[in-house]
C-alpha cells in the first residue's frame, strides 16, 4: 500500500469548515483512499473512501486531486465532537494500515 | 447499519490467565474480520486477518499461539489471550470487512476491549 503523509495536528474553529490534506504520491491505481477517524479511546470510525471522483456522504466530502497524488477531507461545519486523531490510507484491499495521522482538535 | 461489537469493554485478568474476546458483526456478514491492537498514544497495529473457515493469518511479530483467532461465522470472530502477562495489557480493536461492490471494501472497527494484566 501507498505510504501517506499528513500533518501531526490541526486546529479548526466550531462552524468553521475543517480541511483536512493527505499526500499519496505514490499510490497506484487500484488503491483507494479511505478516511477514518478515532475519538480518544474509541474504535476508529468509517468516513469516507474514494477511487478517483469526489465523494460527498453525510458526514464529509473527499476531494481527489486529478493526479490522484493527493487529497481532502473536509468536514463542512466542524463541531467539537468532530475533534479526533484523522486518519487517511492508501489501500487496493480491505487491508488497512494505520499511520500516525492527523489530530484535529476543534475549538469553540 | 454496519455496526461491529465487541465483549468485554474492559477487562483485567492476572498474569498468567487467557482472556477471550468477542467481535460480531451485527447487521451485516463479514467473510474477513481483523484484529488491532493499540497502545497508549500510538497508532493501530495489525495484529492478524481472520476469515471465516480457515485459519488466521498473522503479521510479522505476532505470536499465533500466544493469540488465538476462531472465526466461526460470518458473523463472529474470538481472540484469545493465552497466558497473559502484563506487556499484553492493551487496547484490542476488530473489524469487519464489508464489500459493497466487488473490490470496493468498507471497514468498520469495534468499540475495542481494553484489557489490563495484573
Known amino acids: 500500500d501507498a505510504k501517506t503523509t499528513q500533518p501531526p495536528s490541526m486546529d479548526c474553529a466550531e462552524g468553521r469548515a475543517a480541511n483536512l490534506p493527505c499526500n499519496h504520491s505514490?499510490?497506484?491505481?487500484?488503491?483507494?483512499v479511505y478516511w477514518y477517524r478515532q475519538i480518544h479511546s474509541q474504535g476508529p470510525q468509517y468516513i469516507i473512501h474514494g477511487l478517483k471522483n469526489n465523494e460527498t456522504n453525510e458526514m464529509a466530502s473527499l476531494i481527489i486531486t486529478e493526479d490522484r497524488k493527493s487529497s481532502t477531507l473536509i468536514l463542512p461545519h466542524a463541531t467539537l465532537r468532530d475533534t479526533a486523531v484523522y486518519y487517511c490510507i492508501a489501500s487496493s484491499n480491505y487491508k488497512l494500515t494505520f499511520g500516525k495521522g492527523t489530530l484535529l482538535t476543534v475549538n469553540p | 447499519g454496519a455496526v461491529v461489537s465487541q465483549h468485554p469493554s474492559w477487562v483485567i485478568c492476572k498474569s498468567g490467565t487467557s482472556v477471550k474476546i468477542e467481535c460480531r458483526s451485527l447487521?451485516?456478514?463479514?467473510?474477513?474480520m481483523f484484529w488491532y491492537r493499540q497502545f497508549p498514544k500510538q497508532s493501530l497495529m495489525l495484529m492478524a486477518t481472520s476469515n471465516e473457515g480457515s485459519k488466521a493469518t498473522y503479521e510479522q511479530g505476532v505470536e499465533k499461539d500466544k493469540f488465538l483467532i476462531n472465526h466461526a461465522s460470518l458473523t463472529l470472530s474470538t481472540l484469545t489471550v493465552t497466558s497473559a502477562h502484563p506487556e499484553d495489557s492493551s487496547f484490542y480493536i476488530c473489524?469487519?470487512?464489508?464489500?459493497?461492490?466487488?473490490?470496493?471494501?468498507?471497514?468498520?472497527f469495534g468499540p475495542g476491549t481494553r484489557l489490563t494484566v495484573t
Open positions: 473489524s469487519a470487512t464489508l464489500e459493497r461492490l466487488a473490490r470496493d471494501y468498507e471497514q468498520y
Open positions: 505514490t499510490i497506484s491505481g487500484n488503491e483507494y
Open positions: 447487521d451485516f456478514q463479514a467473510t474477513t
